[in-house]
């Protein structure tokens, strides 16, 4: 430890170039998790969020519940097994405008029983009633301008929805979702002719069963129903790639670097071990040495990042928690340590000898 920390007082300008290189690799990774979660979170938040544990669909649509029309039969069978922890929901895409200013917006129409565990929390204003016409929707439509008591026109039939109360974390397929009561949602989308998107499920594996042996029914778990979502698997598997790319020349990058620096002290490697310092001795003064550099990099780059982070727009899918910000920080310094094994190497086979005969 005293002569890592004794090299880095002496060389501080390296130091901070070796320092700034790993910091930069380290913000470049914050970003890239948090953007990636963000996405996530902007692409599929309601499912992810959503007390449900399975989702009943017909075997037709896959999972899909915008293929999915299940008939006032097959709800009524599900309901029969499943109880009060099974509740329809029946999904549409609309497009409508806000009665203040007149700007066209988008969303996605879902339509639940507001006494079910499907029923959104409300952060302002207040929540769906059974006979009310009104809806609870996303507070990112605030950002577009819409408040409470305003009204919603669809388009094109220009039916209306009062904006009663605001939820949050209730996207899908990037867009906000609005609330309706199924039997207001029905009402606005005749040609379903009572028929739901499917039916979630809050019950255990036995009943769950009993449910697939219902004839053209699936159930899926809520993690299948998210791997299933349009564009979903697509966009995290891209970012994902991307992720481990970056990772993987994050460990090369830092590999070949500390093994170029270590080189270059190869002779005064050679010195201490004339005069007595052991293998061990160098080869834990070069890992503290890249380790410390690696902590208080990764250090600087979190601060920086939960800094610009403070400063995004509201608009920008940006999603990185505590938990998330250490973990990638422990990845960090565990591939910075690992790629710190090709420099050890190199300093084993140090000949002192040959080392100091370099020496000028």
């Known amino acids: 430890m005293f002569l890592a920390f004794r090299e880095l007082q002496h060389y501080r300008f ?18 890239l998790t948090g953007l990636t979660r963000g996405l996530a979170q902007d692409n599929a938040a309601l499912l992810i969020a959503t007390p449900a544990r399975h989702f009943v669909t017909t075997r037709d ?14 709800v009524k069978a599900v309901t029969a097994i499943g109880g009060s922890a099974a509740t329809p929901l029946a999904q549409s895409f609309a497009s409508f405008s806000d009665g203040t200013d007149g700007t066209q917006l988008s969303g996605v129409l879902l339509g639940i029983d507001p006494e079910s565990f499907l029923a959104p929390d409300v952060t302002d204003g207040q929540g ?28 094109p039939g220009g039916e209306t929805l009062q904006v009663l109360g605001f939820t949050q974390a209730a996207r899908l397929n990037h867009q906000p979702v609005v609330f309706v009561t199924l039997d207001r949602w029905q009402a606005l989308n005749p040609r379903t002719r009572g028929s739901v998107s499917a039916v979630a499920l809050q019950t255990d594996a036995a009943v769950t069963s009993q449910i697939s042996d ?12 998210l791997q299933v979502l349009p ?18 020349v994050a460990a090369f990058v830092l590999a070949v670097f500390f093994y170029v620096l270590t080189l270059q002290k190869t002779p005064q490697f050679g010195l201490l071990k004339a ?61 910075a340590a690992l790629s710190s094994l090709l420099s050890l190497r190199t300093v084993a086979r140090v000949d002192p000898l040959i080392a100091i005969g370099t020496v000028t």
Do not use: H, N
């Open 14 to 31: 390296r130091s901070v170039l070796i320092g700034g290189i790993v910091a930069l690799i380290a913000f470049m990774v914050f970003m």
């Open 61 to 74: 649509a896959a999972g899909v519940f915008s293929r999915s029309f299940l008939s006032p039969d097959d």
């Open 128 to 155: 769906l009633k059974a006979g009310v016409r009104g809806a609870v929707v996303d507070s990112s439509l605030q950002e577009d301008g819409v408040g409470l008591g305003d009204t919603l026109t669809l388009k």
């Open 214 to 225: 219902l004839g053209g029914l699936s159930v899926l778990t809520r993690a299948q129903a």
């Open 231 to 248: 564009g979903y698997k697509e966009e995290q598997g891209s970012l994902t790639m991307i992720q481990v790319f970056l990772v993987v």
């Open 275 to 335: 005069i007595g310092a052991s293998t061990r001795t160098l080869a834990g003064s070069l890992v503290a040495q890249m380790l410390f550099l690696t902590v208080i990099a990764v250090m600087i780059a979190a601060l920086v990042t939960m800094g610009i982070v403070s400063q995004l727009p509201a608009g920008i899918p940006f999603a990185l928690t505590l938990p998330t910000l250490l973990a990638a920080s422990g990845l960090l310094i565990v591939v």
